[in-house]
């Protein structure tokens, strides 16, 4: 056993015992140790980061990484590093317009700048996934140039370029993203090439031209325009009213041509103040013009007005900025304020009135040019607007005596206040934006119960005449002596005092509207149970009868209920629409009852007597409540603002009412009794009287 041991090593060999055999025993001990410790190490515990182990004495880099030696390696001191899927040598395509872009241990494409994905997705893997197409920078909402600066788009990209007439501020450069421009001063680096007869006028982006002081373009031109030509201001044409014969006119307008005759632009002050003159002396003394008819009257004096306006309005744009005033002997009495910017507020004052606005509500904003805004007092002209017609709008005329379109002169209007009017250059002011003020100063007033105030102006008629209107104007404030109003729009002004109806009622005929509604409607009810209920006496006329004492039960309903609904206009013409049906009803299915008796007269047989049974009820319900149907529609849609009024939301008195509503029921009553009678014999006599009384 010794010589077979003795190969081992570690094994000795002990002469003086049996120790020698204990190492190798040991030794037998520890191999199969040893065996199973190598298959428990068959993975390499020293791969490095981003590898993983073969074996034992191998390990494997992961996808996307690699070692010098291989993908393999065996040695300690290698380690796995990325792949650079982007680099120049590797074989990864992401496609035109687009970018590789390197991850650790992988790669994904995008888009270039410029660029996105059809599908909006921000990446893809490879090039059959590219869809990049080309971004327009300046639609997509994300327009990086300067609100100053016009986007221009490219292929891939965009430029910031300046707008025409504008150009790049110092030290921006034209083209990239940060570019900034400015306004060109066309007009002060003398580029345009102005008429003689113009002025250039710089605005943002551009330019334009205007005619100088005293100038007005040629016919052919306009101002504010590229090609603007201007010749010197000539007179405006003033001609008299046609079919109006008049020495004292005929002289008024033979000095107007003198005027026109010797006019020069730059005496354009002292022509204002001959007008104003010429025209005060015609209204101070206009002899053979108060004979003529009122309606004639009325002509010259809307000629007057209108012509002047319009002479005072050219005449005006030669004359220098600032406020100035005219004043006649008899008390005519202009005011001009002429401004090249305006300012916000603008008040002008003229013998008895005043007048307030902002300047931006009569300016036009693209003119740049001299503004002007004039009031001209002219007291003579009430001689020649002596009754003359007011009319109303709608809501007012209902309230009006006679409740007439134009209400008669003899009752209309007394003039309180002079005549005014207001003008300005811009020729466009029939629907300002917002109201201007006027402030009357006029003689001391009291109106009485029947008589109103009221805020008008000249409204000028086809045939060359005209009339007071109160369309567009409403009175704010009215006292003793004084008189605000506001007004939409330009003209004549004036503060006018009119006949007023105010309809109060008697306490005595409310007593009796309520009283002899109530019993009317008891009786309504009455009867209509009477003819719904009583199968006895149910044939067509108890039919018509029927449908009758609805319509007057629901008409004195509504009447007693809501007649004095004024609060909401709306409502109120519907109620007043809804009586106007229900009588028109009531009146149609009398017709009926009237048709029926006379056809049942003249037919005395049975078989007659069925056939015009048979005919009135086909006939009765669409006639019945067809007709009124269709007459209020027509007259809704033609006359809708007379339905209702500020009073009472019917077109009659109500004691009116209590007597077509006295003249129908009592009728009927006698109808109900005379058909209630006949459920009991005995009674035939009373029943034929009944029923004569009801017909």
């Known amino acids: 056993m010794v010589s077979s041991m003795a190969g081992f090593p570690g094994v000795f060999t002990m002469r003086n015992g049996h120790l020698w055999l204990l190492p190798g025993l040991l030794m037998l001990l520890l191999l199969p140790l040893r065996a199973a410790a190598q298959k428990t190490s068959d993975c390499a515990r020293w791969c490095p980061p981003n590898s993983m182990c073969v074996n034992a004495t191998a390990c494997r880099c992961s996808p996307g990484f690699s070692s010098s030696s291989g993908v393999i390696f065996t040695s300690l001191l290698e380690s796995c590093d990325d792949i650079n899927e982007c680099g120049p040598l590797s074989a990864v395509s992401c496609g035109e317009f687009a970018d590789c872009q390197n991850t650790e241990g992988s790669y994904y494409c995008t888009c270039i700048p410029g660029y996105e994905l059809a599908s909006g997705a921000r990446m893809f893997r490879n090039e059959s996934e590219n869809t990049c197409q080309d971004v327009n920078e300046c639609t997509s909402g994300q327009n990086p140039c300067h609100s100053s600066t016009h986007c221009l788009n490219n292929i891939g990209g965009y430029e910031c370029r300046c707008r025409p007439g504008w150009k790049p501020v110092p030290g921006s450069p034209n083209g990239p993203n940060n570019t900034v421009c400015e306004d060109v001063d066309e007009c002060s680096s003398m580029q345009p090439l102005c008429h003689k007869s113009t002025v250039c006028i710089n605005t943002v982006g551009s330019y334009k031209y205007r005619c100088r002081r005293g100038w007005e373009p040629k016919p052919g031109f306009r101002e504010n325009q590229l090609n603007t030509t201007c010749e010197e201001m000539s007179f405006p044409t003033w001609t008299p009213p046609p079919g109006i014969k008049s020495q004292r006119l005929s002289r008024f307008f033979e000095r107007v041509q003198g005027l026109g005759r010797h006019f020069k632009p730059a005496l354009a002050q002292d022509t204002i103040q001959n007008l104003t003159q010429e025209v005060d002396e015609l209204l101070q003394t206009p002899e053979d013009l108060e004979a003529l008819p009122r309606s004639k009257q009325h002509c010259v004096a809307t000629n007057l007005l209108s012509g002047l306006e319009d002479a005072l309005r050219n005449l005006s744009q030669g004359l220098p900025n600032g406020t100035l005033t005219f004043n006649a002997s008899a008390g005519t009495d202009l005011s001009l304020e002429v401004q090249e910017q305006g300012h916000r507020n603008v008040t002008l004052s003229s013998n008895q009135a005043k007048m307030q606005l902002n300047w931006d509500v009569v300016h036009k904003s693209d003119d740049s040019g001299p503004s002007v805004v004039g009031l001209v007092s002219t007291p003579g002209m009430g001689k020649l607007l002596a009754e003359a017609c007011l009319v109303l709008e709608s809501e007012k005329q209902a309230v009006l005596h006679g409740a007439h379109k134009c209400i008669l002169p003899e009752v209309s209007s007394v003039l309180l206040s002079d005549v005014i009017s207001a003008f300005a250059n811009n020729k466009y002011t029939q629907n300002l934006s917002s109201p201007i003020t006027f402030i009357f100063s006029h003689h001391p007033v009291s109106p009485g119960p029947t008589q109103k105030v009221f805020c008008v102006f000249w409204e000028h008629s086809q045939d060359g005449c005209g009339y007071w209107s109160t369309r567009g104007c409403r009175m704010v404030t009215t006292g003793d002596i004084n008189t605000t109003c506001q007004c939409t729009h330009l003209s004549s002004f004036a ?48 039919s018509i009868h029927l449908q009758l004492s609805i319509c007057l039960f629901l008409t004195h309903l509504l009447f007693l209920t809501a007649i004095d609904r004024t609060e909401i206009k709306v409502l109120c013409a519907i109620i007043a629409g809804a009586l106007h049906y229900l009588y028109l009803a009531s009146f149609t299915w009398m017709l009926l009852e009237g048709l029926n008796l006379f056809l049942t007269a003249r037919n005395l047989t049975v078989v007659n007597y069925s056939s ?18 269709i007459i209020v529609s027509i007259s809704a849609a033609s006359r809708p603002y007379l339905y209702g009024t500020p009073m009472r939301c019917f077109q009659g008195s109500p004691i009116t009412h209590v007597v077509v509503a006295s003249i ?32």
Do not use: W
């Open 495 to 542: 503060v006018l005092m009119a006949h007023y109806d105010v309809q109060e009622e008697h306490p005595g005929l409310a007593v009796i509207t309520h009283v002899g509604l109530g019993i009317s409607l008891l009786c309504l009810l009455l009867a209509a149970l009477t003819f719904l209920l009583c199968k006895a006496i149910q044939n067509t006329s108890t």
């Open 664 to 695: 129908v029921s009592v009728p009927l009553g006698g109808g109900i009794v005379s058909q209630a009678l006949r459920l009991f014999p005995g009674f035939a006599i009373m029943n034929e009287a009944a029923i004569n009384l009801h017909v």
């Open 612 to 629: 015009v049974r048979r005919f009135m009820k086909k006939l009765m319900f669409p006639v019945g409540y067809g007709v009124p149907a």
